[in-house]
């Protein structure tokens, strides 16, 4: 079954920077997309940025040009590099993989931009 799990959150000033990783296991092929969402305290979750197997990437235009969404070419890690953080950004961080009729998500980790 695939799992996702996601690290590398964490409490950092603003104009900081972090990097998010996602592990997935549980499947033998390399899954076709993988994600990452957020959502803020009362708000909806929201796409972030979308990567596909041959590494074509979209981001949301809140974040383009500050956040770098990558893969691992033999294993389906997944990675988001977030520069010039705003206090906008807080929020719970989700890693998402879809492939044919698979659908998981991971457990979320916090992300804080703060002073």
């Known amino acids: 079954q695939l799992q996702l799990v996601e690290s590398g959150g964490a409490l950092v000033q603003p104009g900081g920077s972090l990097r998010l990783s996602c592990a997935a296991s549980?499947?033998?092929?390399?899954?076709?997309?993988l994600s990452w969402y957020r959502q803020a305290p009362g708000k909806q979750r929201e796409l972030v940025a979308r990567?596909?197997?041959?590494?074509?990437?979209n981001y949301a235009d809140s974040v383009r040009d500050r956040f770098t969404i990558s893969r691992e070419k033999d294993n389906n890690t997944v990675y988001l590099q977030m520069n010039n953080l705003k206090p906008e950004d807080t929020a719970v961080y989700y890693c998402?993989?879809?492939?044919?009729?698979?659908?998981?998500w991971g457990q979320g980790t916090q992300v804080t931009v703060s002073s």
């Open positions: 990567i596909v197997k041959n590494n074509n990437a």
């Open positions: 998402n993989a879809v492939h044919w009729g698979l659908n998981a």
């Open positions: 549980g499947v033998s092929f390399t899954i076709a997309t």
